[in-house]
């Protein structure tokens, strides 16, 4: 069973960035790359929203998608070697402010809380 762990949240003033991180165990390097990674966020009272995706296989083939709300501020991507994804969110706002989660193959991470002041 895949297990997840997201790390790299906290508190940042608008107009700031932070790059998230999700680790993986319990999947082979063969699985992870050709697995699909999705990058979620709930806001307190919200449902969870799909943030980013980005497609397994080789980099000249993958597909990435973003939210409207994100696209041109954050930028997913994938470490086959380590097993890791990354989000990189840049010009952060309030709006932003969520428990961000990663999944793969049905698992997802505890999260990790994103707070954007204004």
């Known amino acids: 069973q895949v297990q997840l762990v997201e790390s790299g949240g906290g508190l940042v003033q608008a107009g700031g960035s932070l790059r998230l991180s999700c680790v993986t165990s319990?999947?082979?390097?063969?699985?992870?790359?050709?697995?699909?990674i999705g990058w979620y966020r709930q806001a307190p009272g919200k449902q969870r929203e799909l943030v980013a995706s980005?497609?397994?296989?080789?980099?000249?083939?993958?597909?990435?998608n973003y939210a409207d709300s994100v696209k041109g501020r954050f930028t997913i991507s994938r470490d086959n070697a380590k097993k890791t994804a990354y989000l990189q969110m840049n010009s952060l706002k309030p709006e932003d402010t969520a428990v961000y989660y990663c999944?793969?193959?049905?698992?997802w991470g505890q999260g990790t809380q994103v707070t954007v002041s204004s």
């Open positions: 999944t793969i193959r049905g698992g």
């Open positions: 319990g999947i082979t390097g063969i699985i992870f790359s050709i697995s699909s």
């Open positions: 980005i497609s397994g296989g080789g980099g000249g083939s993958r597909t990435i």
